[in-house]
């Protein structure tokens, strides 16, 4: 692992080689520079990286395409993307930065409005607003966990800031309307679900955490996917349970607590109610269809060598 690293001078403020803190959103570097003129970066990265230009110019390179890029803009570079960006050789730019890593990632760039097709945007931000963020965890340079937080806190401010104001410039909501579309909202529910069914999540709480009633959650299942976001919520958690019985030696009270469920009883009943049998039978149904299985496919070789 490379030693965390600060430097401070005039044209260049960099925080760079943290560790990941967190497997949710994690700083792995920031930074500010007046770069020299065709100053160029080429290469692909390990972690996501969005960009700032506060004045000048540069250019930006991906899969044979070449972008401009001025005062007032954004960009991101995605892992494993092999890029190459670079300043303008008469007005070269003055950019800041954030590198991070996690599982919320993606989704935190879909709400600002990137994807991999729209890698580049005008900023919602003033620069100012920008900068005081960047110097801000610039500032938190000590490797304490208390400076750990403070980064993070900073990075965290900064996407709810471009999320709230790229709202504001794009909508004119009621105060009871919602801001993103319903596929938004399903894409962060189903993602909470994925990480979270084993903690005994309830649809209250999946909603609490978007940010939107449980009714609305709801009516975005309905108009997403066809189902109710509790009847998914329970299908997520049966299908996670069936694997783990066929490929698992693990109880029944054990798979039940595994899938979110402590009440074993409550969890056999939404079982057999999802697969028509008991998580008893469908183990031995399961291991049966394969011994099965096996057979036939000795017998098929047997005589194939006749």
């Known amino acids: 692992m490379r030693n965390v690293k600060y430097t401070d001078s005039v044209t260049f403020r960099c925080l760079e080689h943290l560790r990941e803190t967190s497997l949710d959103i994690s700083l792995i570097h920031a930074g500010r520079e007046h770069c020299k003129p065709l100053h160029i970066c080429p290469g692909k990265r390990e972690e996501y990286i969005l960009h700032f230009v506060f004045s000048g110019k540069g250019f930006y390179s991906i899969n044979g395409n070449t972008y ?19 300043s303008d050789a008469i007005d070269p730019w003055h950019y800041a930065w954030i590198g991070f890593n996690g599982i919320r990632a993606d989704s935190i760039l879909r709400q600002c409005g990137f994807s991999s097709k729209k890698l580049i945007l005008p900023s919602p931000l003033q620069p100012e607003i920008i900068m005081d963020c960047i110097d801000n965890i610039l500032d938190c340079k000590a490797l304490t966990f208390a400076d750990d937080l403070r980064r993070e806190a900073w990075m965290l401010m900064l996407f709810s800031r471009l999320i709230d104001n790229r709202t504001l410039l794009r909508h004119k909501h009621s105060p009871e309307s919602h801001n993103y579309g319903s596929n938004v909202y399903m894409e962060l529910a189903v993602e909470h679900i994925k990480i979270y069914y084993k903690d005994g999540i309830n649809v209250s709480d999946i ?20 189902i109710s976001i509790q009847k998914f919520l329970i299908d997520y958690r049966m299908h996670k349970a069936a694997n783990l019985l066929v490929s698992t030696n693990d109880t029944i009270k054990e798979i039940s607590r595994a899938v979110g469920y402590e009440d074993q009883l409550a969890f056999s009943k939404a079982f057999k109610k999802k697969f028509e049998m008991s998580p008893k039978n469908y183990r031995t149904y399961r291991a049966t269809a394969v011994l099965y299985n096996e057979k036939q496919l000795i017998d098929h070789k047997e005589d194939f060598s006749d």
């Open 68 to 86: 401009p890029l001025s005062a007032g803009q954004m960009f991101v570079i995605y892992p494993g993307e092999a890029i190459t960006y670079g």
């Open 207 to 226: 909603a609490g955490h978007i940010g939107i009633s449980r009714a609305y959650l709801n009516h975005v299942f309905q108009k997403e996917l066809g």
